[in-house]
């Protein structure tokens, strides 16, 4: 289910940006963001804490601040706390790059913030990139990508600080390293694969692919032979793959049908 509804509020509580997805509306929904703020300034007066999730009988409400703005996301309740934590944090940092910043003040006039609807849906895929960020992070993880086949990659490489990754090159070779990966998932006697593993020559290293929606996810990791780090390791690559996944076909669902359309001629 997509995301319902995406508030942006000002310190004094004014709706500056606002987004339906649902066809179950909120019949007021600047009533939602007032509603907010004075669930937040009551919760700071008595707890000196500001709310982050709220939690309703199907839906939840994840809140979000930078630079004194909100942001409110009303989704499922099954999309839980992460996932809706790491969609309003991204969709929050994007609205403040293109229209606050330092030194720069938030304009009054709303209609300045119409074209931040049209960009949404690229906010919500380029979360993939935290995704990678934190399990690049991970023990054994030594890089790790998605790829499309329309040339789409997000790199993540692990590096020791003495030199750094050549990203340029990888993002020539992405729609190369898709097709081989594709081809690779493709070659199975028994029908197309979701997951494939393989190691390398030396058998130090076991890279993995999964097929999530339209693209190829790879993670490549270092063996080790403490069994509890290599368990504890994967359990992080599935969780960050479901978190991809749900990025990818929540991308998938703010786009126009159009956009959907004339993707999947090419697929």
Avoid at 116 to 134: C, P, R, S, W, Y
Avoid at 234 to 249: C, D, S, T
């Amino acid at each position: 289910m997509p995301i319902r509804n995406l508030i942006v509020l000002a310190p004094s509580g004014l709706v500056l940006f606002e987004k339906e997805y649902s066809k179950e509306k909120i019949a007021q929904p600047r009533l939602l963001g007032s509603l907010l703020t004075a669930m937040t300034e009551f919760a700071t007066q008595t707890t000196a804490m500001r709310p982050s999730y709220i939690e309703m009988s199907s839906l939840a409400v994840t809140m979000c601040r930078e630079d004194s703005v909100t942001c409110a996301l009303v989704h499922d309740r099954t999309d839980k706390a992460l996932f809706g934590r790491l969609l309003a944090g991204e969709i929050l940092m994007a609205f403040v790059e293109e229209y606050g910043g330092p030194g720069r003040e938030l304009s009054q006039n709303l209609k300045d913030f119409k074209g931040f609807g049209e960009k949404i849906a690229g906010v919500v895929q380029n979360t993939v990139q935290a995704v990678l960020h934190d399990l690049g992070t991970a023990a054994c993880v030594l890089h790790t990508a998605v790829m499309g086949e329309d040339g789409y990659q997000m790199p993540y490489l692990h590096h020791d600080g003495r030199c750094e990754p050549d990203y340029i090159s990888l993002l020539a070779s992405s729609k190369y390293m898709f097709q081989a990966s594709d081809l690779m998932l493709e070659y199975r006697r028994d029908g197309p694969a979701r997951l494939m593993t393989f190691d390398d020559d030396m058998n130090e290293t076991r890279t993995f692919l999964w097929r999530i929606e339209h693209v190829v996810f790879m993670v490549c990791v270092v063996k080790s032979k403490d069994r509890d780090i290599l368990r504890e390791c994967f359990r992080e690559i599935v969780a960050a793959k479901g978190l991809i996944e749900q990025i990818m076909r929540q991308a998938d669902q703010l786009r126009p049908p159009g956009y959907l359309r004339l993707r999947n001629q090419w697929c």
